[in-house]
């Protein structure tokens, strides 16, 4: 009966976890935390702006296709920021060099033209994933972190079994509960970033392939009215 009683009294709170723990302990708390904090933060941007950028590249790829004037299209859309308009924009501003002169390198222009895009793409996609490099690194640390927060409570609690000469759970249970909560801590740091960026990396290879096929089909259509050019 004692011992039911005095587990009904023991309440887990994260909160009096922190305020008792120690500095170190703190400190990698509340890293961990504001880590945790940015990488959701990342997280929602990132699944509202693929969202946008899939729906207007929709809308963008259904109007180029529909278009009968690709230099009135490509007018129309000079100021659009979408990552498969800079695709398009590389094209028609390569297409407009090589066809400027008097005599025309076909095979050359077909070259440049592939390049052009091809360098886009890639910039376009580098944009897109900078800010998840920072989940990737907090799946990968995180766990260690909290880890050393958990090594550090261990140790304090050893010292407290010492001072205290007594190895009772009253005494190093304390110390090894804020340790766990730092290892708690790093995986809900860590769990969420590493799903996020495995599936982000793949929805961004999906749309770089999209990239990849508006560009192809692009080249082609240059290639085509390049044979028309006299």
Same mark, same amino acid.
């Not at 880590?35 to 729906?55: D, E, P, Q, R």
């Not at 308009?85 to 501003?93: D, I, R, S």
């Not at 095979?107 to 440049?112: I, N």
């Not at 886009?120 to 800010?131: F, K």
């Given at each position: 009966?004692?011992?039911?009683?005095?587990?009904?009294d023991?309440?887990?709170?994260?909160?009096?976890l922190?305020?008792?723990?120690d500095l170190?302990?703190? !400190?990698?708390?509340?890293? $961990? #935390?504001l880590?945790?904090?940015?990488?959701?933060?990342?997280? %929602?941007?990132? =699944? *509202?702006?693929?969202?946008?950028?899939?729906?207007?590249?929709?809308t963008?790829?259904?109007?180029?296709?529909?278009?009968?004037?690709?230099?009135?299209?490509?007018?129309t859309?000079?100021?659009?920021?979408?990552p498969?308009?800079?695709?398009?924009?590389?094209?028609?501003?390569e297409?407009?060099?090589?066809?400027?002169?008097?005599?025309?390198?076909r095979?050359?222009?077909?070259?440049?033209l592939a390049?052009?895009?091809?360098a886009?793409?890639?910039?376009?996609?580098?944009?897109?994933? !900078?800010?998840?490099?920072? $989940? #990737?690194?907090?799946?990968?640390v995180?766990?260690?972190?909290? %880890?050393?927060g =958990? *090594?550090?409570?261990i140790?304090?609690?050893f010292a407290?079994?010492?001072a205290?000469?007594?190895?009772?759970l009253?005494?190093v249970?304390?110390?090894?509960?804020?340790?766990?909560f730092?290892?708690?801590i790093?995986?809900?740091a860590?769990?969420?970033?590493?799903?996020a960026y495995n599936?982000?990396?793949?929805?961004?290879n999906?749309?770089e392939?999209?990239?990849g096929?508006?560009?192809?089909g692009?080249?082609?259509?240059l290639?085509r009215?390049?044979?028309?050019?006299?």
């Open positions: 009966m004692d011992l039911l009683t005095a587990t009904q023991v309440v887990f709170s994260p909160i009096k922190f305020l008792d723990a170190v302990v703190k !400190s990698v708390i509340i890293g $961990l #935390a880590a945790s904090v940015w990488g959701w933060t990342i997280i %929602l941007s990132f =699944t *509202v702006k693929m969202s946008g950028i899939n729906k207007k590249s929709d963008f790829e259904r109007e180029f296709w529909g278009s009968s004037d690709i230099a009135a299209f490509a007018k859309h000079s100021q659009n920021d979408l498969v308009a800079k695709v398009f924009a590389a094209g028609m501003a297409w407009r060099l090589s066809t400027n002169g008097k005599s025309i390198d095979s050359g222009t077909r070259e440049r390049t052009a895009m091809d886009t793409i890639a910039a376009e996609t580098d944009r897109l994933a !900078s800010r998840l490099n920072f $989940l #990737a690194t907090t799946g990968s995180a766990p260690f972190v909290g %880890l050393f =958990t *090594v550090w409570g140790m304090r609690s407290a079994i010492a205290e000469q007594n190895s009772s009253a005494v249970a304390p110390g090894i509960a804020e340790a766990l730092a290892t708690a790093g995986l809900f860590a769990i969420p970033a590493v799903i599936r982000f990396s793949h929805r961004l999906q749309y392939a999209r990239m096929r508006f560009a192809d692009f080249h082609g259509t290639s009215e390049l044979e028309l050019e006299v």
